[in-house]
């Protein structure tokens, strides 16, 4: 059974920083890409960052670009977002995601696996 389960989360205040993590289990994680994604309250899902088998190319939304991270460790089937500068907008709930294959998908229904989500709050 595939499990992926988010940590992490909490609140900060704009400008800070968080760490999320992801543990997966029950698939072959080195073969997956694993990505990330938000939903805010009244919003549609998007697309944060995903990263390929060997962490050797990412992909990002735009307006995370230079303040969030993504990595991944195979020996420790985990895969982190370190988000950095944090703003208000950053607010919703992140979910780990995970799906066999080579390319960065960035399309949350070309992913087969989920996690519980895990909530990120930034206050002003």
């Known amino acids: 059974q595939v499990q992926l389960v988010e940590s992490g989360g909490g609140s900060v205040q704009a400008g800070g920083s968080l760490r999320l993590s992801c543990a997966a289990s029950?698939?072959?994680?080195?073969?997956?890409?694993m990505g990330w994604f938000r939903q805010a309250p009244g919003k549609e899902r998007e697309f944060v960052a995903a990263?390929?088998?060997?962490?050797?190319?990412?992909s990002y939304l735009d307006s995370v670009k230079g303040r969030f991270t993504i990595s991944r460790d195979n020996a420790e089937n985990t895969v982190a977002l370190q988000m950095n500068s944090l703003k208000p907008e950053d607010t919703a709930v992140y979910y780990c995601?995970?799906?066999?294959?080579?390319?960065?998908?960035?399309?949350?229904?070309?992913?087969?696996?989920w996690g519980q989500g895990t909530q990120v709050t930034v206050s002003s």
């Open positions: 990263i390929v088998r060997r962490g050797g190319r990412t």
């Open positions: 029950g698939l072959p994680f080195s073969i997956y890409v």
């Open positions: 995601t995970a799906r066999r294959g080579v390319e960065l998908y960035i399309q949350g229904d070309e992913y087969d696996y």
